[in-house]
């Protein structure tokens, strides 16, 4: 277990939020109350959204997370938090929302945060699930990661502009950055590693650092 805990301040002090319609929600509060992040917000409505500093959406089910997206009128003022350039975090079920497209999440249409192309229960159902070590350079330790991925999707394609963190032996990535938003299609809130938390938290501590500048 790599249990590595924030020293960054601005980030300490910032609001993060979590899609909290459906899925795992409850599993990132925990892990970002145990980092000390000061205020975890649990967004249930679209005003929510104005009080935070950075959106987590957490793994679940990915048509009934869009379901609720629409059914909730989450749609436009999702769309106007990417915006203003805010960092998005997007977990397994998650990712599938935010990608610019999906195959399997029909009827609904992601919300096109990152340029990936990803496939529902990519590697099989439930009993397909499984667990691996991964290599994320990006993270402050250099320790493999142990992602977990139960009925994960699949990512098939990445845009000119995306990043890829980390891949699986058979070279599929599984995580991916662009600008301010990241997509696992892992769940790393399942796990006492507070290594991937840690980097959504940089890139909040970023955000509100440049801000801070521009005033």
């Known amino acids: 277990m790599v249990n590595i805990l924030s020293t960054n301040e601005p980030a300490l002090k910032a609001k993060i939020g979590i899609l909290a319609l459906q899925g795992d929600f409850q599993e990132h509060s925990s892990i970002l109350c145990s980092m000390g992040c000061s205020s975890v917000i649990e967004v249930r409505l679209p005003e929510h959204l104005n009080d935070i500093d950075g959106l987590i959406i957490p793994g679940g089910e990915s048509t009934t997370i869009s379901k609720l997206i629409e059914n909730y009128d989450f749609t436009t003022s999702l769309e106007d938090y990417y915006k203003e350039n805010n960092p998005i975090w997007g977990t397994c079920a998650g990712s599938i929302v935010i990608a610019k497209s999906a195959v399997g999440l029909e009827p609904w249409k992601p919300l096109n945060f990152i340029d990936i192309s990803i496939q ?27 992602g977990i991925f139960i009925r994960a999707p699949k990512i098939i394609s990445v845009g000119k502009g995306v990043e890829i963190l980390s891949v699986l032996d058979n070279q599929d990535p599984v995580a991916v950055q662009q600008k301010n938003v990241l997509a696992t299609t892992f769940h790393p809130e399942l796990t006492r590693d507070f290594r991937f938390h840690q980097l959504f938290l940089d890139l909040v501590s970023k955000k509100l650092l440049d801000q801070i500048q521009d005033e």
């Open 120 to 146: 529902r229960n990519g590697y099989g159902r439930q009993l397909d699930s499984f667990q691996t070590s991964l290599t994320i350079n990006k993270l402050t330790s250099k320790s493999a990661f142990e």
